[in-house]
Structures are given as structure tokens and as C-alpha cells.
């Protein structure tokens, strides 16, 4: 580990690694992984990554933990979901096992960027794939390039865990019925960019989208997911648009640990009226608490936190999680996968 890096003053910005990898997929097969110092790549410029969107990826994080070792959270998981959002737009998918090497490789080659323990950062890893054939006719791609990058980070909101507040508007949708929403393909979040604008320049953390089809019923929130606590239960919205984080899969099953009930179900933005606690969840943030939502459309606001502080329930989610992904608590659900740096 660098000790001459101030890790308590990183954000989630990029800090290129040391290395790189890159995988090509060719003639039906994927080929060796390469190790690469290079942070740019050189692409057709008719390829079908930058004309036709054929593009997914992922994010996960890799934890020093408070024993010593080194973990990667739910990195097959994270397989899993780039292998589906690949299928869904006709590329290669790579296979859970190349990932899962791919991650420790990057690990090992980044040993001295991983922060330490206590610090609050952590080693993000962005695997990418990329169709790379070049094409004028709109067709999929028959070659491949997947590349695994990564970077220290620190927290994703500056604020820390507190409350912020999250409007909804039904100017913008994250995506459209029956689209690519459940996948994680870089153009669902394009267009998201001009609505987080909007919202940062009202003073708003994100936008929590509503249903694309009927714009009743809670959707994602910016880039993450949504989950609410409403007496004893767990709520999280249900829906083909929406994508499955790990993350709030993880808090799904925490809830159930603390006994208690789990519902992934449509959810009318009206019901906002009756929660006691909401968060947006994800790989980046682990969870934002929120403190109000304000409807810019009808100019209701749903207050969540009047004291602004995070509620019991979020907060107990919140440090069980990370006190799995940082060894300070038994992995009991086999989340975590220790990773030999020698």
C-alpha cells in the first residue's frame, strides 16, 4: 500500500491504476489476458461500440479489511449481471470464471493502490465491454474487447451518510417500458445525465425517476437503487425497468437477518406519505439516506427525515454491510471472496 497517498482525502473521482487488463474476444473465443500500463485503447472508428451503443459494464469494490486480508463483495454477482446485460444486446459474454480471474489479477497488479483499513475508501474495479467490429449497417459486433480498469476511491457523496434530498419529476424517464433498463448498457445513462443536472442545480443529490409507462409508481433513484422502511417493513420498488443491484439484494437479505419483512413490489409515489426511513442503494454510494422527496410537478414535498439524520433501520443496514465487506463481522451468506496478494 502507498503510504504516500492521502487517502482520507480521495473522492469517487478517477485515479488511473498502475494496470490495466484487456481480454479480446475472435473468431468465437476469448482470448489471453493482457496486461496493460496504457490508459487509452484504440478503437475502429466505425465500431459498433460508438455508433450503435453496444457497450455494458459493471462496478464492484475490493476491501482491505480490519484482519489484514483483502476482499472482493459479491464479485460472481457482478459476473452474473454483465454476462446478462451482454446476451441482452448480442455480445460475447465473458464467463464467470475469466471475470473472477480478471478481478484478482487486477488486484494483485494494484496492490499498493488498495487503501487502508480505517481509511473509508476503498479499490473500485469498472469492467467494460466494448463491440469493436466495424460497421456501417446497423449489426451486432462479432469481436470484442473487455477491459478491466480500476481506482482508489473514496465515498461517493461528500456529505458522508446523512440525509440529502431527491425530487421527482415527470419532465425526464431513466429509460423506456419494455427497454434496457434492467441491464447495465452505458446508454441508460446518457440522458440520465441531463436530469441529474437539473437536479443538482435545484440542489437535489438525484432525481428519483418514476414508472416510464404510467408515472405513478417509484422507479430508480439517479443511478442507484430506491428502498424505503415503513414500520416493519423493507420496500423496494419492483419492475422490468429497473436494474437488480447487488447492493440492495444484499439489504434485502440483511433485513430479513433483522427480522424484517421484505417486499419488492410496485410502489405508488403517494406512499411516500407513509414511510419512516428511504435510501438510494448501490455499489458507489452503499446507501444515501434521504431526507424529503419534492414533487417539482405538483409541489408536494414527502418528508422523510424532519430531524435529517438517518434513520435506525438505514443505519443498521448500512454498517452491517460494510462491516461484512470490511471482515470486522462473519460473512454468513458467502458474500465475500478473500483475494491472496502474494
Known sequence: MDNEIDWSSLTFDYTPADFNLRCHFRDGEWGEIEVSTDNEISLPIAATCLHYGQEVFEGLKIFAGA?????????????????????????????????????????????????????????????????????????HSTEFVFIMMASPVGPYFREGFCPTPICVTRRYDRVAPCGTGRWKVGGNYAYSLTAGKMAHEL???????????????????????????????????????????????????????????????????????????????????????????DDLDTGRSYVISPDNRPGPITTELYHRLRAIQYGEQPDTHGWTTVIDLD
Open 67 to 139: 484482519d489484514g486480508h483483502v476482499r472482493a463483495f459479491r464479485m460472481a454477482d457482478n459476473a452474473r449481471r454483465i454476462i446478462d446485460s451482454a446476451e441482452a444486446v448480442i455480445m460475447a459474454p465473458v464467463t464467470v470464471d475469466l471475470f473472477c480471474r480478471m478481478v484478482e489479477k487486477i488486484v494483485r497488479l494494484n496492490a499498493r493502490l488498495i487503501p487502508p483499513y480505517g481509511t473509508g475508501a476503498s479499490f473500485y474495479i469498472r469492467p467494460v465491454e466494448l463491440g469493436i467490429t466495424p460497421q456501417i449497417a446497423v449489426r
Open 203 to 293: 440542489g437535489y443529490s438525484s432525481v428519483l425517476y418514476l414508472d416510464p409507462k404510467e408515472k405513478k409508481y417509484l422507479d430508480e433513484c439517479g443511478p442507484a437503487n430506491f428502498f424505503a422502511i415503513k414500520g416493519d417493513t423493507y420496500i423496494t420498488p419492483k419492475s422490468d425497468s429497473i436494474l437488480p443491484s447487488i447492493t440492495n439484494m444484499s439489504f434485502m437479505q440483511l433485513a430479513r437477518d433483522m427480522g424484517l419483512k421484505v417486499e419488492q413490489r410496485r410502489i405508488l409515489l403517494e406512499e411516500l406519505a407513509e414511510v419512516d426511513e428511504a435510501a438510494a442503494c448501490g455499489t458507489a454510494a452503499v446507501a444515501a439516506p434521504v431526507s424529503r422527496v
